[in-house]
């Protein structure tokens, strides 16, 4: 036999429920806002809305500052000439791989054009080309050694 949900509420708690009524839905104002009228009240509610998203860009502004002073103290601005040896450093592993033997560093590349102040375009030994960001100079150039690429196939005249 099911309970009605007042009985269930007053078995478990041991007090009736509070319903909600229109009384309990009305706007809690002090009394002074109470006489304000209808446009007045949405007027102060603007103004207060706006000094706060005011006061919220500033501070975000001032939080994006302080980071990037934080930021720039380590930063190190790294240029590269064409025809460079690098390596790029790609921190992303393989699920399942030991993160003790990983390899940060992958390469070498070499730099075949500079797309901006920190872009560059590079190319494997394999001849593959891909724009990238973070790389580091390797300073023996004698670890360049590109795989030949494969010849077209010869056309057999029968």
Not at 28 to 55: F, I, M, T, V
Not at 80 to 102: M, S, T, W
Not at 109 to 119: C, E, H, Q, R, V
Request: charged content about 30%; aromatic content about 8%.
């Amino acid at each position: 036999m099911a309970l009605d949900t007042a009985v269930q509420y007053y078995l478990l708690h041991g007090r009736e429920m509070a319903l909600p009524n229109s009384d309990n839905l009305k706007a809690k104002l002090s009394k002074e806002k109470e006489n304000l009228d209808q446009g007045c009240r949405l007027e102060n509610l603007n103004s207060s809305l706006q000094l706060a998203y005011k006061a919220v860009k500033k501070a975000n502004r001032q939080s994006h500052l302080n980071n990037k002073r934080l930021y720039d103290r380590k930063a190190k601005l790294r240029s590269f000439q064409l025809e460079d040896i690098v390596y790029l450093y790609n921190p992303a592993r393989k699920p399942g791989k030991c993160f003790k033997f990983h390899k940060f560093c992958t390469g070498p590349f070499k730099i075949t054009a500079k797309l901006s102040n920190l872009n560059y375009e590079i190319v494997g030994m394999n001849h593959k080309k891909q724009a990238v960001h973070r790389l580091k100079k390797v300073y023996d150039p004698e670890i360049w050694k590109p795989k030949q690429e494969p010849e077209a196939p010869k056309k057999r005249i029968n």
